[in-house]
């Protein structure tokens, strides 16, 4: 069956140092892979997407990597600030339609 | 744009009792999903539409679960009898299919206790 891994459940980082989050994927193909952030009590919202056909994406302090052969992401927050804290989620996507799976999240803590 | 609404914010009830959770998506989308979030599983798509149409229901727990969306404006997810394992907090979310971005848009959530 098709399996998301995220590393650990929770990273802790001192600020301005750079945050490193792993996906790992089984038994799947995706198109696209896309990173959500959630905040307690609030609904994922959207950050990045990647396409299998790139290797990397970057938008400001943020850099997505996707590497079909390692069936990996990295998700990268460089100069870390405590604002960063929170839940980040990966998802793969198929080629099909826009149903995505859901990793179990890693929560990263910036402290200052 | 409000963005996606979701409601009730909070919902609390008996076991047995029926549920109904209602979404919004935002205007213009044309995909809704709805999704469950737990400590131990994660977040789960329940089910999603494509253009109003149920397209993958097939993470639908079992068939006291059932979801409906009789207009490109509204959709509801019903638990019907509802049990105390069915507490968590239920996302509804949309998104713009056939775009290069296929990001989608979460509502604030509905947290379900059944007691």
């Known amino acids: 069956s098709q399996k998301i891994e995220q590393n650990s459940e929770a990273l802790n980082i001192q600020e301005g140092k750079t945050a490193t989050l792993t996906c790992n994927y089984t038994?799947?193909?995706?198109?696209?892979l896309q990173w959500y952030r959630q905040d307690p009590g609030r609904g994922p919202v959207f950050l990045l997407l990647?396409?299998?056909?790139?290797k990397e994406k970057r938008k400001e302090r943020l850099k997505v990597t996707f590497d079909t052969t390692l069936k990996q992401s990295l998700f990268h927050i460089t100069a870390s600030q405590p604002a960063d804290s929170a839940t980040y989620l990966c998802?793969?996507?198929?080629?099909?339609?826009?149903?995505?799976?859901f990793g179990k999240g890693t929560t990263l803590s910036v402290s200052s | 744009d409000a963005g996606v609404i979701q409601s009730p914010r909070h919902e609390v009830t008996e076991m047995g009792q029926e549920v109904t959770l209602r979404c919004k998506p935002i205007?213009?989308?044309?995909?809704l999903f709805w999704y469950r979030q737990t400590m131990m599983r994660g977040l789960e798509l329940l089910i999603y539409?494509?253009?109003?149409?149920?397209?993958?229901d097939s993470g639908m727990p079992e068939d006291r679960f059932s979801a409906k969306m009789p207009n490109a404006s509204f959709s509801t997810l019903k638990i019907q009898p509802s049990e105390p394992r069915d507490s968590a907090v239920y996302f509804c979310?949309?998104?713009?299919?056939?775009?290069?971005?296929?990001?989608?848009?979460f509502g604030p959530g509905t947290r379900l206790t059944v007691t």
């Open positions: 979310a949309s998104s713009l299919a056939g775009t290069r971005s296929h990001e989608q848009y």
């Open positions: 038994n799947y193909s995706p198109a696209y």
């Open positions: 990647i396409r299998e056909n790139e």
């Open positions: 998802a793969p996507a198929n080629q099909a339609g826009t149903a995505l799976i």
């Open positions: 205007s213009g989308h044309n995909s």
């Open positions: 539409f494509n253009n109003n149409v149920p397209i993958d």
